[in-house]
Nanobody
């Protein structure tokens, strides 16, 4: 059974950087896209960024555009999220997701059929 595992979360100060990683295991498995979502306390889970392996196209939520960078390796089904200039409002559990069937809903949860357990990111002011 395919599993996604995130790593790299932690406690940082505002203005710091963090790099999250996510790797798939338990294949065989191939994805059309991989993404990051996040859920802050008391809020719904929201889209952060996605990378489509067809052309390595990337898309970002407006709240992170210019600060976060998504990258990855389609052959290894791994994805990274480099987060710069972190703000307290970036505090959340960050989830990795993968799309194995080619959904066009790249910013919506139904567009992904595999999910990780999440990694906590806390940004202090």
């Amino acid at each position: 059974q395919v599993q996604l595992a995130e790593s790299g979360g932690g406690l940082v100060q505002a203005g710091d950087s963090l790099r999250l990683s996510c790797a798939a295991s338990g294949g065989p498995f191939s994805s059309h896209a991989m993404a990051w979502f996040r859920q802050a306390p008391g809020k719904l889970r929201e889209f952060v960024a996605t990378i489509n392996w067809s052309g390595d196209n990337t898309y970002y939520a407006d709240s992170v555009k210019g600060r976060f960078t998504i990258s990855g390796d389609s052959a290894k089904n791994t994805v990274y999220l480099l987060m710069n200039s972190l703000k307290p409002e970036d505090t959340a559990i960050y989830y990795c997701a993968a799309d194995s069937y080619g959904s066009s809903w790249y910013s919506l949860e139904p567009g992904y059929d595999y999910w990780g357990q999440g990694t906590q990111v806390t940004v202090s002011s």
